[in-house]
């Protein structure tokens, strides 16, 4: 069975957003757990998904233009992560929308379609948000890993990743990186 692997940006004190509604704390948006060549499909919010359209389609169009959100030019890694985005099968569980624009992207309708997704063939699934999708997938439990890339911040009002989760959920320590500036990488299993 396929992984299905949760991977954020966080604060110190586990915000998600801050109250501007994004992390404007990360420089960047690429892919930076090293799952890239562990995974062939992501799966997002509805929520989430109306940004990360906009984002990456930005990106593809105009690789040097400021970006929406950040009002940065991309930077290479993101550019990198847009090419690889734009490959590969994309999965949006909402109720509420009807139709998506980006390519190879399909709407998934209820958590069993997210079992029936983890049981086909393929390499491991990369859930990347948002907050509240995060928490109650886990909480369903259907996520296998949580990665996360902690920030040295504390970032006061915002979304709080795990305020959404209903049940304790145990942690296995599968990895920890020191990544620079205060910056540090964990990897954890569900135990």
């Not at 998506?100 to 063939?121: F, G």
């Amino acid at each position: 069975m396929r992984k299905l692997i949760a991977a954020m940006k966080l604060s110190v004190d586990g915000k998600s957003e801050g109250p501007e509604g994004f992390a404007d704390w990360v420089e960047a948006w690429s892919e930076d757990y090293g799952l890239t060549s562990r995974i062939d499909a992501c799966l997002l919010g509805a929520r989430m998904y109306l940004g990360y359209e906009s984002y990456w389609s930005a990106i593809q169009s105009s690789p040097g233009s400021p970006l929406p959100m950040t009002g940065r030019s991309p930077a290479p890694a993101e550019i990198d992560w847009s090419a690889f985005a734009r490959r590969t099968p994309h999965y949006v569980l909402s109720k509420s929308i009807c139709s998506v624009q980006r390519a190879h992207t399909k709407i998934l309708r209820s958590l069993d379609q997210v079992s029936d997704l983890k049981r086909q063939a393929g390499k491991d699934i990369y859930l990347m948000g948002g907050a509240m999708l995060t928490a109650s997938l886990i909480d369903a439990g259907l996520v296998d890993e949580f990665h996360v890339i902690s920030y040295p911040l504390l970032a006061g009002p915002g979304k709080a990743l795990f305020g959404g989760l209903v049940h304790r959920h145990q942690l296995r320590l599968l990895g920890l990186r020191d990544l620079g500036a205060g910056r540090l990488r964990m990897s954890y299993a569900f135990a």
